[in-house]
C-alpha cells in the first residue's frame, strides 16, 4: 500500500471539494495514483448526483453578458434546488464557466452545450461534477445567444437580484446610428425586466388568443365598472377591440368617418378638423389596444415616459437621429417561470429522508 500523506490528501480535497475522509479512501483504493482518485471521487460523486436529478431546480439565476462592441451577447437560465446554493462560489464559477463557453463556441441552445468541452472534460461530465461538489440538482434550462445585424447591435440587461433578464437587438440603416441609442435600449431592456411583456408586438398573437382574451378582459372591465359605479367614478370604456390586430384600415377609416360626423353635428368648422381628430384616433386605438399594453413590449408604455408607448418612443427617436430603428428581436428569462415547485410540509420531507 502506497504511503498515503496528509498533503496528497489536502491536494485531492481541493481538487474535488470532496471531504477529507472521502479523500484519504479514495487515495487508498487508487493505491496513491491522484488522477485515479479524482474518477473514483467522481464516480461516486456521479451517482449521488443521479439521485439530486431526481429534485426540482426552480431557483438559481439568470446571467447575461453583453460584449463590448454590442455585436453579440447571450442569456443563461441555470438552475438550482435553493436560493442558498444560487449564492454559492462554486455555482458562480459555474455559471461563469458557462457563460464563457456558450460565448466563445456561440451556442444558442442546450443541445450544442452538450457537445463542448469545459476544463478538459465534455460538459456533461463537468456538469455532473459540479453537482456533486456543490449537493444539489443543477440544470441549464435554457440560452439565448444573439448576434447584431450588419447594421445593428444587441445588448441586454440582468436584475440585480439575477431573477430576470432581458435581451433586444436593433437594425438601423447606418450602425453609428444604432450604437448611438444603445443606451435607450438599454433602457427598454430594464422596462421589459420589469413590466413582462411577453412577445414583441402584436404580431406574435393569434386569431384564437385575442378571442379568448377578448372575452376575458371585457368581463374583467365590466366587474370593475360594477364598483365605479357604485362608489359614483367614471367607468372605464368597453372597448369594441382590445389589439393593433384587429384596427385594420377600414377599422380605422370608419373611426374617422364616424368622428367627423360628430365634430359636424357640433357644429365644428371644418378647416380645424385636422386638429382635433389626430388625438381622438389616439385616445381610439389606446381604448382598443388594451392586450397590447399588458403583454407586447412596443404596445407598453414606456415607463420612463409614460405618455408614450415603447412604438412611439422608437418613433419619434428615429426622427431625432435621422434613421429607422427597428427592433429585431426580444427575449426575456423570468427565473423558473413555467416550472411546478414541490411543496412538502417539513415533517413529511424528515419522515422521508429517515426512510
Known amino acids: 500500500m502506497a504511503d498515503i500523506s496528509a498533503q496528497l490528501v ?75 446554493v444560487a ?32 476544463d478538459g472534460e465534455g460538459f456533461a461530465d463537468f456538469l455532473n461534477g459540479q453537482i456533486a461538489k456543490i449537493g ?29 433578464g432581458v435581451l433586444i437587438s436593433i437594425k438601423c440603416s447606418n450602425k453609428d446610428n444604432a450604437k448611438k441609442v444603445s443606451e435607450l435600449i438599454r433602457n427598454i431592456c430594464m422596462h421589459a425586466a420589469a413590466m413582462k411583456p411577453q412577445v414583441l408586438d402584436y404580431s406574435g398573437f393569434s386569431k384564437e388568443f385575442i378571442e379568448k382574451e377578448k372575452v376575458a378582459l371585457i368581463a374583467e372591465l365590466e366587474k370593475e365598472n360594477e364598483e365605479l359605479k357604485r362608489l359614483g367614478k367614471p367607468l372605464k370604456v368597453i372597448p369594441s377591440f ?21 365634430l359636424k353635428n357640433q357644429g365644428k368648422p371644418e378647416n380645424i378638423w385636422d386638429k382635433i381628430i389626430p388625438g381622438q384616433m389616439e385616445r381610439f386605438i389606446a381604448d382598443n389596444t388594451l392586450i397590447d399594453q399588458r403583454l407586447t413590449l412596443m404596445g407598453q408604455f414606456f415607463v420612463m415616459d409614460d405618455k408614450k408607448t415603447i412604438a412611439q418612443v422608437l418613433e419619434d427617436k428615429s426622427k431625432e437621429i435621422g434613421d429607422k430603428i427597428e427592433v429585431l428581436e426580444y427575449i426575456r428569462f423570468e427565473l423558473g417561470e413555467g416550472i411546478e415547485k414541490k411543496v412538502e410540509d417539513f415533517a413529511s420531507e424528515v419522515a422521508a429522508q429517515m426512510q
Open 10 to 84: 489536502k491536494q485531492l480535497r481541493e481538487m474535488t471539494d470532496a471531504g477529507m475522509m472521502d479523500c484519504k479512501k479514495a487515495l487508498v483504493e487508487t493505491n496513491g495514483d491522484l488522477q485515479k482518485a479524482v474518477e473514483y471521487l467522481r464516480e461516486k460523486g456521479l451517482s449521488k448526483a443521479a439521485k439530486k436529478a431526481d429534485r426540482i431546480a426552480a431557483e438559481g439565476v439568470v446571467s447575461v453578458s453583453v460584449a463590448s462592441d454590442l455585436d453579440s451577447a447571450a442569456m443563461l437560465e441555470i438552475n438550482s434546488e435553493t436560493d442558498f
Open 87 to 118: 449564492k454559492n462560489d462554486g455555482f458562480k464559477s459555474l455559471v461563469e464557466k458557462t457563460m464563457q463557453c456558450v460565448q466563445k463556441n456561440n451556442i444558442a441552445n442546450i443541445e450544442d452545450l452538450q457537445k463542448t468541452n469545459i
Open 136 to 164: 444539489e440538482n443543477i440544470v441549464v434550462r435554457r440560452i439565448a445567444n444573439l448576434k447584431a445585424d450588419a447594421n445593428g447591435i444587441v445588448t441586454g440587461y440582468v436584475h440585480s437580484n439575477g431573477r430576470v
Open 242 to 262: 382590445i389589439s393593433r390586430c384587429e384596427l385594420t384600415d377600414s377599422v380605422l377609416k370608419n373611426q374617422e368617418d364616424k368622428l367627423k360626423a360628430e
